[in-house]
RNA sequence: GGGGUGUUAGUUAAGUCGGUUAUAACGCCGGCCUGUCACGCCGGAGGCCAGGGGUUCGAGUCCCCUACACCCCGCCA
């Protein structure tokens, strides 16, 4: 008899086979998906990556295989030999191959498997941390199966544009020198230089800028980035980038290949038309009106920025708003709509909710007919001027109610942005993914170059010392830095940073002045980066360029809730991982040979 | 570093006011069944209630600590 594999060799995929094969003797080989033992009959469901298909074994054909058929169990590995047949009046509607099933007359047992944690079913309820212990059994499942293959369509999409756009796939290295600012860096012990360290490249930044400086032109790059910082949702230590440099380039170059892109991937994965030019939006605008630099358009609920209003009134008769904007805070408000009203409860649970992000309360004040406030303990204190004008600064209706945050500006912001997002979800106001129209795509662009560190006392740079100014604004790098902006953009999508970039600063003269804006003297400046300062000094071309999160581009295009369910072997928000128990002990013998020695002392 | 939620058979959950033998579904094991596709029917096994300490005559249930997981703030140029 032939044998499964050497000589007996796969046909089809589990997903192929539909009424047009009727009549063909396939080859399948997959996993025992389900199973229904009828006695004389069983029937199996076989899966492999591509689908699911029915396979029949009839005691009366073939009395041995369908003895062996009845001892299968879920997920086994077989392989069957047979014919497709019409289901008849049996069809089943919701499998791709439902019209056929192929009735068996070969069968063999790659594998048997033990009882598996849990069942690879496409809804699954199975807590994460048994998913991600058993990781491969997890990744057989069906949605994760269709994330990853959409994943690997993605590469290649992106390879494929920038290939044919006349940009270079170059490579950089992982294991750099560690410069100081910005994310904090995994390190790697160099046995050879004792006492010295690799870090692992929190990006290919300077590299790619030094590509441009060495006349490569049009760079990009599908790239792991590593980051030892605190995890979330939407963020593990090692991610994929897809990385973009370009010479003789503005802005608006970027912009176009950029969007060109991102159209395709939509086109090519989801069937969808995303309009171009994407929408633009200054930084500044989407501060005051989003609490953010990276705003969800899907719904409105702007902020009303009231600082102005409260200054010119003296605070109102309410010290509260007057300590706040005497002492450098803004003040801050959010209209609820009459139709969108809260119960008590649920207003209590929101401050619950504030509290957690740094706030102190949440003052609230419910409009009257007249614009009088009630149920507000700022109702009876605040001047009457103050409070119309507030009504019409934030256009209120009778029934509507106001929610306020005032003081420190970075609090006020992060909890007035978090608040608006976590106010349209319970008001059910963000559209369902698949249903159409959600894919707001936004150029967050101008922002300052400076931002004041108020730890250190100096203005730091906000994302790096290597961003374009605006030329305007170069004369006031000296006087008045906070006024300073420059050609930095972020691509947001849905609330999201997917991508940031900027055009690089590529004047040797300009960058000395910024560095020491910044309070960064030339002996710093030339310990840090004086590799990169010297190639500026030697013919570097304008250039500029950006980088896209993948790992975010790919959960956004499928729908995935967390980062964890695009990156096939995440890592926990403790940034471990449970299938392998990474990170882990090593040898003593090691730790010398690397010249290290932890000083780690276990609790108790 | 801080705030919050959770942890009960292999899995997902229930478990009332603190009360005597901790339930169910799916999975697993055995048996029956030729048209099922969430197959069905009969029978069975399976528990250190996350770990430790405390309160109590008595703790899955109340209190404290620890561990782990998740969400958020800080952090992420």
Not at 162 to 181: A, H, I, N, Q, R
Not at 507 to 514: E, F, N, S, Y
Request: proline fraction near 5%; glycine fraction near 10%; include cysteine.
């Amino acid at each position: 008899m032939p044998r499964f594999i050497t000589e007996i060799k796969r046909t089809n995929s589990c997903g192929q086979l539909t009424a047009n094969d009727l009549g063909k003797e396939v080859v399948l080989y997959g996993w025992v998906h389900n199973r229904r033992d009828h006695g004389g009959a069983v029937f199996i469901d076989l899966r492999d990556r591509d689908g699911v298909t029915q396979v029949v074994f009839e005691e009366d054909v073939r009395p041995e295989v369908h003895a062996l058929a009845g001892q299968l169990r879920l997920e086994w590995v077989v392989g069957i030999r047979g014919k497709v047949v019409s289901r008849g009046g049996n069809v089943n509607a919701r499998l791709k191959t439902g019209e056929i099933e192929v009735h068996a007359t070969e069968l063999e047992v790659f594998n048997r498997s033990e009882p598996t944690p849990f069942q690879i079913e496409d809804k699954l309820d199975t807590a994460e941390e048994k998913r991600l212990q058993y990781r491969y059994l997890d990744l057989r499942r069906a949605p994760l199966q269709k994330t990853l293959i959409t994943r690997a369509r993605v590469n290649h999409l992106t390879r494929n544009y920038f290939t044919d756009s006349g940009f270079l796939e170059l490579e950089t290295p992982f294991m750099v020198k560690y410069t100081p600012g910005g994310a904090r860096n995994f390190l790697v012990p160099s046995r050879l230089n004792p006492g010295k360290f690799y870090a692992l490249a929190e990006s290919p930044q300077l590299f790619k800028q030094l590509y441009m400086i060495a006349g490569f032109d049009r760079y990009f790059q599908i790239v792991r980035c590593f980051r030892d910082e605190d995890l979330r949702l939407d963020r593990q230590p090692e991610f994929t980038q897809i990385d973009v440099e370009m010479s003789f380039v503005e802005q608006n170059d970027v912009f176009d290949v950029i969007e060109g892109l991102v159209v395709r991937l939509w086109k090519e994965v989801l069937g969808v038309d995303v309009p171009r030019p994407f929408l633009r939006m200054p930084f500044e605008e989407s501060m005051s009106k989003y609490g953010n630099d990276k705003p969800d358009l899907r719904f409105e609920m702007p902020h009303t920025d009231l600082t102005g209003l409260v200054k010119e009134h003296g605070g109102g008769n309410v010290p509260m708003l007057k300590d706040a904007v005497e002492g450098g805070g803004i003040v801050k408000a959010m209209r609820l709509a009459a139709d969108q009203a809260l119960s008590r409860t649920e207003i209590d649970k929101l401050e619950e909710y504030v509290k957690g992000m740094g706030a102190k309360g949440l003052a609230r004040a419910k409009i009257a007919e007249g614009g009088e406030w009630t149920q507000s303990p700022l109702a009876k204190t605040i001047a009457p001027e103050l409070r119309q004008a507030i009504n019409a600064a934030c256009g209120v209706q009778p029934g509507d109610l106001l929610l306020f945050q005032f003081g420190k500006p970075s609090t006020v912001q992060t909890v007035m942005a978090n608040l608006r997002v976590h106010l349209a979800k319970r008001l059910g106001l963000i559209p369902e993914y698949g249903s159409g129209g959600q894919w707001r795509f936004l150029w967050v662009v101008n922002p300052p170059l400076f931002e004041f560190d108020e730890e250190s006392g100096h203005w730091a740079a906000a994302h790096h010392a290597f961003t374009r100014p605006h030329d305007e604004d170069v004369q006031y790098l000296e006087t008045d830095p906070g006024r300073v902006n420059c050609y930095r953009y972020d691509l947001v999508l849905n609330g999201f940073e997917i991508g940031g970039g900027s055009i690089r600063l590529h004047d040797p003269a300009v960058q000395a002045r910024v560095f020491k804006a910044m309070g960064i003297s030339d002996e710093d400046a030339r310990n840090k980066f004086g590799f990169l300062l010297d190639a500026l000094k030697m013919g570097a071309p304008p250039h500029g360029g950006i980088a896209l999160g993948m790992d975010r581009l790919v959960m956004l295009l499928t729908g995935a809730e967390s980062l964890r369910d695009v990156v096939a072997w995440p890592k926990t928000q403790k940034g471990t991982d449970l299938m392998t128990s990474a990170p882990g002990d090593v040898d003593a013998k090691q730790l010398k040979e690397l010249w290290v020695k932890s000083t780690y002392e276990p609790k108790g």
